[in-house]
């Protein structure tokens, strides 16, 4: 019998591997969206207390920040945890899976930042199923403690190279910071997008650098966003979740 062979010119190659990659960075987009109804906007990480308090009343000051959070807590504690969660999940590592994410976190520093955790981990562990994803349900657990185990998963399934997935993370966050303050300082709307744009010009290297850290190394402390959290808590008014 003779043997059937396909013949795929480089065009055709290149137009598939395009179509591919064009298709997982509309995923990345769908799963950084503001719109993903898991709840982020309704969490100010301790921004509302410190804008409360006269800690932060204008851009500079939002700026600096948040800065020292995508340099600190960013860089050495949540992208490093997110590779690690897309590498067991590429491995279907389970063990690995439910370690990160315990690690994660446990390195919440507060009740409130561990209840928002725990709040946006089951509804996009929720959302990932109705979606049919790939061991959505095997993987609920996990994905539960934590919304960083859910963001990995789908990044895994929707074939997101880790490095484009770890960059959607990190403007999602410095996005939804953004909404914030402009919701509570308040800022006016070129006032935020200008602020945005002086931020995520900090994240490729602050990724880059998280990328590569060891796994000794991970681990960061924000001492003024804990303290700003575990005082939200108790705030007499707040327009954010506590």
């Known amino acids: 019998m003779p043997m059937l062979v396909i013949h795929m010119d480089t065009r055709t190659s290149m137009h598939i591997n395009s179509t591919n990659h064009g298709?997982?960075?509309?995923?990345?987009?769908?799963?950084?969206?503001?719109?993903?109804?898991?709840?982020?906007?309704?969490?100010?990480?301790?921004?509302?207390?410190?804008?409360?308090?006269?800690?932060l009343d204008n851009p500079e000051k939002v700026y600096d920040w948040m800065k020292g959070i995508i340099e600190d807590g960013l860089t050495y504690l949540d992208i490093p945890v997110l590779k690690r969660l897309y590498q067991a999940f590429k491995r279907n590592d389970e063990i690995q899976?439910?370690?990160?994410?315990?690690?994660?976190?446990?390195s919440r520093e507060t009740r409130e930042l561990r209840q928002e955790e725990n709040n946006r981990g089951r509804a996009l562990g929720s959302l990932l199923l109705d979606l049919h994803v790939n061991d959505a349900n095997h993987y609920q657990k996990a994905l539960q403690r934590t919304q960083l185990?859910?963001?990995?998963l789908a990044s895994v399934n929707w074939q997101i190279p880790l490095q484009q997935a770890a960059l959607?993370?990190?403007?999602?966050?410095?996005?939804?910071?953004?909404?914030a303050a402009i919701k509570l300082i308040p800022l006016g709307q070129t006032a935020g997008q200008k602020l945005q744009l002086q931020l995520t010009e900090l994240l490729p290297l602050a990724i880059d650098k998280g990328l590569s850290?060891?796994?000794?190394?991970?681990?960061?402390?924000?001492p003024a966003m804990a303290m700003a959290s575990s005082l939200h808590e108790t705030q007499y008014t707040r327009l954010f979740r506590s």
């Open 97 to 106: 899976v439910s370690y990160w994410s315990e690690y994660l976190l446990a």
């Open 213 to 222: 850290i060891d796994d000794e190394d991970i681990g960061a402390s924000s």
């Open 23 to 55: 298709l997982a960075d509309i995923r990345l987009m769908q799963l950084v969206s503001p719109t993903l109804p898991i709840g982020a906007f309704t969490y100010s990480q301790g921004l509302e207390w410190a804008v409360e308090n006269s800690q």
């Open 149 to 152: 185990a859910g963001f990995a």
């Open 168 to 179: 959607g993370y990190g403007w999602s966050m410095v996005e939804n910071q953004v909404a």
